[in-house]
């Protein structure tokens, strides 16, 4: 079923894919070694985060756990998926050590920092296959600089359960400790849709249904939303805009500050963040940096659609195709098929892990400014798959 991998080079053998069509098709994903583990993290009480306002500081703490072992894996590369209040990844078992200091340090952080609980596990692959799931993987080429990775199998979602249960925890590593979140920012204002709302898709199989029936009814999702302009993209071809100072300012500066003091940290960026607006908004280079070039890259790059157990969307969505969405999905639904949740907001965040500006992997997570995926997620679990519910963004 899988192979003894002692090194990241299963991951790095893994089949590139330019078409997201080809995230529905079971031969795309290639099964985990065995002696591999899934890393997950969410953050507790994340729905009642949202309703106080702090969804960006809660998509801040989700793309940090992944900016942190980014930053430990020391350039290996490894599969990774946001989920916007956590996320998930998978490692091989010479990293567990490092992984396991830096996510217990981004559980400290989130603490400290926001006063967030974020919990964190480690579950070993061959776990997940003795409970009857699996956990395979598949590429996605998002642009010519990055690539995303693909879940499928159930095995992400047993391991977030067991971790909701308190199986496989992470400890909290010690007071005053910072994890290593060079690159995680916020700069970009929220993004506005142009063809009618920001609108969160959430949709999971039902496990005793059909797996053909399944990819049957994924696909026709992805097709419908694909004929939406630039396949529903909410991110502008030139990139979002800009002001100054950023919106997200604060939140970058609690992830790059480490024992410094915060307000050193924010003169430093308030200074830094000053020349960089001035070249957006001039489009002047400064050395080998181009601002026109990041921000037409930082579109092609963006991470709004992907497979994680099921189907993960966030799209700039015309009221037609919204009302044809939501017929298909109860159809599929009352046939037994999947569950799903939708939430409509007028806004759309990006929180951005950026290696080197100079460089095309900077990665830019999409997720809707009014709640996204945790509200679409809370309608789901109290059964309302008819109502899509609208949020200011």
């Not at 009014?370 to 008819?386: C, D, E, I, L």
Request: aromatic content about 10%; proline content about 6%; overall charge neutral.
């Amino acid at each position: 079923m899988s192979q003894q991998s002692p090194a990241p080079d299963f991951y790095r053998d893994v089949k590139l894919n330019h078409s997201f069509e080809a995230m529905v098709d079971a031969a795309s994903y290639a099964p985990l070694p065995e002696d591999w583990f899934i890393g997950v993290a969410d953050v507790k009480g994340s729905t009642a985060e949202v309703e106080a306002g702090r969804y960006k500081v809660v998509n801040t703490v989700g793309a940090a756990v992944i900016s942190a072992q980014i930053n430990g894996a020391n350039g290996a590369p490894f599969p990774f998926v946001f989920g916007g209040d956590g996320a998930a990844f998978a490692f091989w078992p010479e990293h567990e050590n490092a992984v396991r200091m830096s996510l217990s340090a981004v559980r400290r952080w989130a603490l400290e920092e926001f006063g967030i609980q974020l919990r964190g596990a480690i579950v070993p692959v061959a776990e997940i296959r003795k409970a009857g799931v699996d956990v395979a993987v598949a590429r996605y080429q998002a642009s010519s600089g990055v690539d995303y990775a693909m879940f499928e199998g159930g095995g992400v979602s047993w391991a977030e359960r067991q971790m909701k249960q308190g199986n496989f925890c992470v400890e909290m590593a010690p007071v005053g400790t910072f994890p290593d979140l060079t690159g995680l920012s916020c700069r970009w204002t929220p993004i506005r849709p142009e063809n009618g709302v920001i609108l969160s898709v959430l949709v999971l199989p039902v496990a005793s249904a059909p797996a053909e029936k399944i990819a049957e009814m994924m696909r026709s999702i992805v097709t419908l939303t694909g004929k939406l302009q630039r396949g529903g993209h909410p991110v502008p071809v030139d990139g979002p805009s800009t002001s100054w100072p950023p919106a997200g300012l604060d939140l970058e500066v609690h992830a790059s500050r480490g024992a410094s003091s915060f307000m050193k940290r924010k003169i430093r960026l308030l200074a830094d963040t000053f020349f960089a607006w001035v070249l957006f908004k001039t489009g002047k280079k400064a050395g080998r940096f181009d601002p026109v070039h990041y921000a037409k890259t930082l579109s092609q790059n963006a991470d709004f659609k992907k497979f994680e157990d099921g189907l993960k969307m966030t799209l700039d969505c015309d009221p037609t195709t919204q009302a044809e969405l939501e017929i298909l999905l109860k159809s599929a639904a009352d046939k037994g098929l999947i569950t799903f949740g939708l939430f409509a907001q007028d806004e759309a965040l990006m929180t951005c892990i950026v290696p080197s500006p100079l460089a095309d992997n900077h990665l830019h997570f999409i997720d809707g400014a009014a709640g996204g995926y945790t509200k679409a997620a809370t309608k789901m679990k109290s059964g309302v798959k008819n109502v899509i519910q609208t949020g200011a963004g």
